[in-house]
Structure formats: structure tokens, C-alpha cells
């Protein structure tokens, strides 16, 4: 069988893009210069969060993922990224192909909630691999690429920040349920409120006035946060 190995040399932000996405630089290489028709991969993106340091802001950032500090010698394993698929193109040796990878910016989100808690440095991250390559100088074969094939790569959180930037400057997200949703847009529609900022800041103002009548329509709010008082 043909020999592959896998390197990432960088990664940037898709400018692009209509979502969150980041762009990875695979090298990929094909033992003793074999020729290569197509390569169909898959690619499976681990965050590995033992490998690197962190200080003490950002291990208050991580403590519900992975609870106090001193904990962390069982606590800090490995957090699931992404899990994609590339197509490689036709060559002989080696090549270098673009492992497009969307984001969320969800954080209900394991790797999104770390991702956020992050300073600075560099993000460890680990590309495990396998696929089917169709190979052969003088005719066609099929070969399984194995999933021991695997890169080590250390992401800069910079990149990370700027993709979020780009599509939510300043900003952050939150996923809510659709009967709370619906109460907090009857809530906004009530009170004529610009915004969703205007409508988020005031229920925080209305906090600690007196409970709302059991009919009251934005009851689901106090239900489903348990704590916002209308």
C-alpha cells in the first residue's frame, strides 16, 4: 500500500465565507513518489487542552468544562472540534490542498465555550485521518488510507478571534428556547423596544420587582431562566 503522511503548515480565516469558517494548509505526501489520482478523506479535529498552560483568568473560564483546577489531571480530555471531509486532487509526491472547516459560534458548544475562554497562545490540536486513496503509475487501485495517519498542529488563537470578529464583531451569541424566544419578541413588541440589546437591558433593569400575574404572557421568561422577574 501506498505510504501517506500529513502535515498542516497554517491556518487562516475565510474572508469569504458566509459563515464562521477557518481554512487549514495541508501538506500531504505519497511515499516514494507514487502517483496519486484522487485522495477522498476524512478528517477528524481534536482539541487536546492538557497540552498547554493556562493562566489563572482563563482557568476561571474553563472551570464548567472542566471544574477546578485541581481537578484537571482527569478533567482536561480532549474535546471534539470538527469532523470533515476533503476531496484531494490528482498528483505525484506531494501537494498542499486547503482542509475547509466551518465554525459555530455557539456556546452551548464544547469547543466553542474553551475556544472562548482562551487569552492568547496557541490552541493544540490534533488531525487524525483516513479515506480512500485511487492510485497507480500504469493502471488504477484502490487503497484504505488508515486512521492512524494523524498531524499535530498548534493553532494561534488569533486566527480563531479574527474569523469571530468577522462575522460577529464584537459581539457574542446565545441559542434560546423557541417558547422563550417567542416570549421575549412579546416582550420587545410590548414595550416598542429598539433592539434585542434594549430588550435583553431592560428585563435586567426589571429585576427584583414584584412577581407578574400568573396570566401575565411573558411568564415563560421567569420559567424558563429562573431567575428574570417581569
Known amino acids: 500500500m501506498t505510504e501517506f503522511s500529513f502535515e498542516c503548515t497554517g491556518v487562516r480565516a475565510d474572508r469569504y465565507a458566509a459563515g464562521p469558517t477557518l481554512l487549514f494548509r495541508l501538506r500531504v505526501t505519497a511515499a516514494d513518489n507514487a502517483r496519486v489520482h484522487a485522495l477522498a478523506l476524512r478528517c477528524q479535529i481534536r482539541i487536546e487542552p492538557a497540552r498547554r498552560g493556562y493562566e489563572s483568568a482563563e482557568a476561571d473560564g474553563l472551570a464548567d468544562l472542566f471544574g477546578e483546577r485541581s481537578r ?3 478533567t482536561l480530555q480532549p474535546v471534539q472540534f ?3 471531509s476533503l476531496m484531494v486532487p490528482g498528483f505525484t509526491g506531494e501537494t498542499e490542498v486547503d482542509l ?4 459555530t459560534y455557539d456556546m452551548d ?3 466553542t ?3 472562548a475562554a482562551l487569552k492568547g497562545g496557541e490552541v493544540p490540536l490534533l488531525m487524525l485521518f483516513s479515506g480512500t486513496a485511487f492510485t497507480g503509475a500504469g493502471g488504477f ?3 484504505p488510507v488508515p486512521w492512524d495517519r494523524e498531524a499535530v498542529f498548534r493553532m494561534p488563537v488569533p ?4 474569523m469571530v470578529e468577522q462575522h460577529f464583531p464584537g459581539c457574542g451569541w446565545i441559542r434560546l428556547p423557541r417558547d422563550t424566544m417567542d416570549a421575549l419578541l412579546a416582550y420587545r413588541s410590548h414595550r416598542a423596544l429598539p433592539s434585542w440589546e434594549a430588550t435583553v437591558r431592560a428585563l435586567l433593569e426589571e429585576k427584583g420587582t414584584a412577581d407578574p400575574p400568573r396570566k401575565d404572557p411573558y411568564l415563560a421568561l421567569t420559567r424558563t431562566t ?3 422577574d417581569l
Not at 159 to 162: D, F, L, V
Open 113 to 115: 465555550r474553551y475556544l
Open 82 to 84: 470538527a469532523q470533515v
Open 109 to 111: 458548544i464544547a469547543a
Open 100 to 103: 475547509v472547516v466551518p465554525c
Open 159 to 162: 486566527a480563531w478571534r479574527e
Open 141 to 143: 487501485r484502490v487503497e
Open 226 to 228: 429562573g431567575g428574570t
Open 72 to 74: 484537571w489531571g482527569n
